[in-house]
């Protein structure tokens, strides 16, 4: 693995080391703390070309996209639930590589799959990850509706993430037909309403899942509200989900 330390300020002080230990009971090792320094020079690099993200700022790029990637899968960096080697982890709509990219140098035994429609941040994604060297990572450009179609794909996650991608019950279509009966959907929301819990309750439904928590929390640096929605898929997606290209988007169930 290079050694990219020092070449940009990026906040690996002892307050952060803290922070992963106190929110995720998690601590990164010194090559995953490398690999997120890496990360975050490439990016911005790679930005100055190409709009993957506008968080920039070192202290930004650590709260919104570091850490509240692995927020969304903290039961797993604790262990409180346990996964097996070899699990597949789909991120729909990963844009500049979040959550995606920090869950795969996090799970380096899991497989992570990083599903964008535009080319372009794919093809940035994939020079990244070979700069990286990290191995664990599927670049994959496409559409959820095209792929959750696709025999080969369909029922074939056991976790499936997405953030800031699209309302709730689109989210829930682009990513049910892909998850294996068990798997989960990990959906990053900032605020949450009763009126989207009607909604996502009765879409989920449709599509064979059920909402299993909600969890409440702020992030570490400015305390802003977030909520992570976890749905289970407990029976077979019906054959018609996802609808085509765009339908999902222009008539959310
Ligand atoms: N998930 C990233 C994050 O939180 O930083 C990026 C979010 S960006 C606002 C939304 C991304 O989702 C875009 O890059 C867009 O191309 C992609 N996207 C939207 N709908 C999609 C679909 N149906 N299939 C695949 N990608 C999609």
Redesign the pocket.
Known sequence: VPCYMNEIPFPQLPEMTAIWQDTLDWQPTPEQQNLFQGLYQLIVEFNQQLNL?RLTDPDEFWEK?LWDSLRGISPLLSGKISIPPGEKFI??????????IPVAIALPNCSVTL????RK?ITALTSILEQLNIKNTIPWV????A?GQHPRQRESYQFAL?????PLSVCAE?SLPLLTIGGLAIL?RGHWTTEEEKQLTSAVKQLGGVIESVDAFTTPLTQSIRHCVSIKKVKYTPKQYPRS?GV??QKPL
């Open positions: 993200t996209h991120d729909i709509g990963t844009g500049g590589g979040f959550p995606g599903l964008d429609s535009t941040k496409g559409r959820a509706e792929l997405l953030r800031a991608v699209a682009y990053y290209v999902p988007g």
